[in-house]
């Protein structure tokens, strides 16, 4: 049994920065998802066990980046240039198949962290 624990979530002015933080044992391609309130939960980043390959989706690319330490269990959401609209339960998962935009393929899930974008 993998267990995921989020860390790093909070309330942040529109424009600023949030570092999420995910420690997980195993050999697991990661991914971040997030779920608004009322809304289905969605797929932001992923990331190979390797770290070679990265996955966004459109509405995050080039304010958010995934990263990993392998050595630390880690992984990471660096979130930076937040808006109102990234306001979420942000989620960490594991996976050992390689389709890491489907949520219902990712075998472990963290507990979330909440992020709140303020205006």
């Known amino acids: 049994q993998?267990?995921?624990v989020e860390s790093g979530g909070g309330?942040?002015?529109a424009g600023?920065?949030?570092r999420l933080s995910c420690a997980a044992s195993g050999r697991y391609h990661m991914g971040w998802f997030r779920q608004a309130p009322g809304k289905e939960r969605e797929f932001v980043a992923a990331i190979t066990w390797s770290g070679g390959t990265t996955y966004y989706?459109?509405?995050v690319k080039g304010r958010f980046t995934i990263s990993r330490d392998n050595a630390k269990n880690t992984v990471y959401l660096q979130m930076n240039s937040l808006k109102p609209e990234?306001?979420?339960v942000y989620y960490c998962a594991a996976a050992r198949g390689i389709?890491?935009?489907i949520?219902?393929?990712y075998d472990y899930w963290g507990q979330g962290t909440q992020v709140t974008v303020s205006s």
Do not use: C, F
């Open 11 to 13: 309330l942040v002015q």
């Open 99 to 101: 389709s890491l935009q």
């Open 103 to 105: 949520a219902s393929l």
């Open 2 to 4: 993998v267990q995921l």
């Open 86 to 88: 990234d306001t979420a």
């Open 57 to 59: 989706t459109d509405p």
């Open 16 to 18: 600023g920065s949030l």
